[in-house]
């Protein structure tokens, strides 16, 4: 679908929403999108292709039955409040990993907040070589290409902002989100989403960061994978209601737009500290398992660049990357 055939698509939706429980006619389509009667039909046609159902009466015209649960640019597009991020939306039915095909994309110079959202991943990535999975349909995978102009040293800055905004949205849907060091998002304990920053850079400076991220939005108890079911949640299991998944897109995105903004102009200072009104893992005796070595301690604070502080007796250890397992809640 070109941009043009999309907006297309947008309006009649648009005019059929206004429409209500009311028919919208033909002619009253045509005339205000300047189109044929038979180039409306045919967009009406591309639309139901994509879910919407949508009745049509030869002597009433159009009216909007039902809308589908999915994240294109056009159920995400309308909802948009930001200037740039996610104003380019590339949607796809099943993907191996949206962090790729951003990268492809990044490559071939996409934009800053170009946007990548998949249904199902067949090879969803996790951090340190893990796989992500979730079901099909009811999730958000999703990747975002940022281009922010840094040394690549600030880049792991870029995972706390998103986990910061994360944290936040999550908690604007109605439950209690906390952030796991480094960047695991969890309700009571239990994983909810995960950020995986994978970046393009030489060592001056940073082509392009992507920042892949995986909620756990609809998905049934029930319906996680044996092997996860006790550690991974979602927003669908913690309260009982499931959410609206173009809305919890746009205000992710929203969110995401206004702390970039914050760390563009302000630095990671603002980041630090709202980090740190999120998190659940200071103060905690934690053990961490870095390559190789497993630390125990209390995770006392996090530095100006990100990284954990632990408290091991008199030793005061700084740890770049890891997972931390909270001894005690
Ligand atoms: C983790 O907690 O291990 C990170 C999980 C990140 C998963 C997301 S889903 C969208 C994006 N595409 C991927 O392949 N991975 C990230």
């Not at 970046?199 to 996680?224: K, Q, Y």
């Not at 497993?294 to 005061?316: F, P, Q, T, Y």
């Amino acid at each position: 679908m070109d941009d043009t055939e999309q907006s297309n698509e947008e309006m009649i939706l648009s005019f059929l929403a206004e429409g209500g429980e009311d028919y919208v006619s033909g002619a009253a389509l045509s005339d205000k999108l300047g189109l044929s009667r038979t180039a409306v039909w045919k967009h009406v046609e591309q639309l139901r292709r994509l879910g919407y159902r949508i009745d049509a009466q030869a002597s009433r015209g159009y009216r909007l039955l039902e809308v589908p649960d999915t994240l294109t640019a056009l159920e995400v597009g309308p909802l948009l409040a930001t200037r740039e991020l996610g104003r380019t939306l590339h949607h796809y039915d099943e993907l191996d990993s949206t962090n790729v095909k951003a990268f492809e994309l990044a490559h071939e110079g996409g934009f800053h907040g170009e946007v990548i959202v998949a249904e199902h991943q067949t090879a969803g990535k996790g951090r340190r070589g893990r796989v992500w999975v979730s079901p099909p349909g009811k999730s958000l995978a999703m990747s975002v290409i940022v281009r922010p102009e840094i040394p690549p040293s600030r880049a792991p800055e870029l995972t706390l902002v998103t986990a910061v905004a994360l944290a936040e949205t999550l908690r604007d849907s109605g439950v209690d989100a906390r952030i796991k060091w480094p960047n695991d998002v969890q309700i009571a304990g239990k994983k909810v989403a995960g950020i995986l920053t994978e970046l393009s850079a030489d060592t001056e400076r940073v082509h392009f960061v992507i920042l892949g991220i995986g909620v756990n939005l609809n998905v049934p108890a029930a319906e996680f994978p044996a092997e996860i079911a006790e550690i991974a949640t979602s927003i669908l299991a913690a309260k009982n209601q499931p959410v609206h998944r173009a809305l919890f897109v746009a205000a992710l995105l929203a969110k995401l737009e206004s702390w970039l903004d914050v760390w563009t102009e302000q630095g990671f200072a603002p980041i630090r500290d709202a980090w740190k009104a999120l998190t659940s893992t200071l103060g905690q005796e934690v053990v961490v398992r870095t390559d190789g070595k497993e630390l125990r301690g209390v995770a006392e604070d996090i530095d100006e660049s990100g990284a954990l502080l632990l408290r091991a007796g008199e030793k005061l250890e700084r740890i770049l990357s890891g997972d931390v397992e909270q001894l005690r809640a």
